[in-house]
Nanobody, 115 residues
């Protein structure tokens, strides 16, 4: 099993910044990729950013240049630095970890951007 504990959400004004963290506890499993997804009210969950164990990254187009995903493999922790936040970034953000054959989710953290 992999347990994911997220932190760092909150309320921020448009143009502001937040940093999300997700710490993964693992028992004998190799985590291949970690990422952040988000779900706004009435919308489907969508990929925001993902990073592999090798450091390759992929971003949703609308966050490129504003968000940066990084990973500390020694701490099994993934971060999402969010700059120049917009009201449309408001959502519950979920951490995800992929192992061989399984996908794990955090409990979610609310990010609210006021205009």
């Amino acid at each position: 099993q992999v347990q994911l504990v997220e932190s760092g959400g909150g309320l921020v004004q448009a143009g502001g910044s937040l940093r999300l963290s997700c710490a993964a506890s693992r028992r004998g499993f190799s985590i291949r990729a970690m990422g952040w997804y988000r779900q706004a009210p009435g919308k489907q969950r969508e990929l925001v950013a993902v990073i592999t164990s090798g450091g390759s990254t992929n971003y949703k187009d609308s966050v490129k240049g504003r968000f940066t995903i990084s990973r500390d493999n020694a701490k099994n922790t993934v971060y999402l630095q969010m700059n120049s936040l917009k009201p449309e970034d408001t959502a519950v953000y979920y951490c995800n970890a992929e192992t061989m054959g399984n996908s794990y989710w955090g409990q979610g953290t609310q990010v609210t951007v006021s205009s």
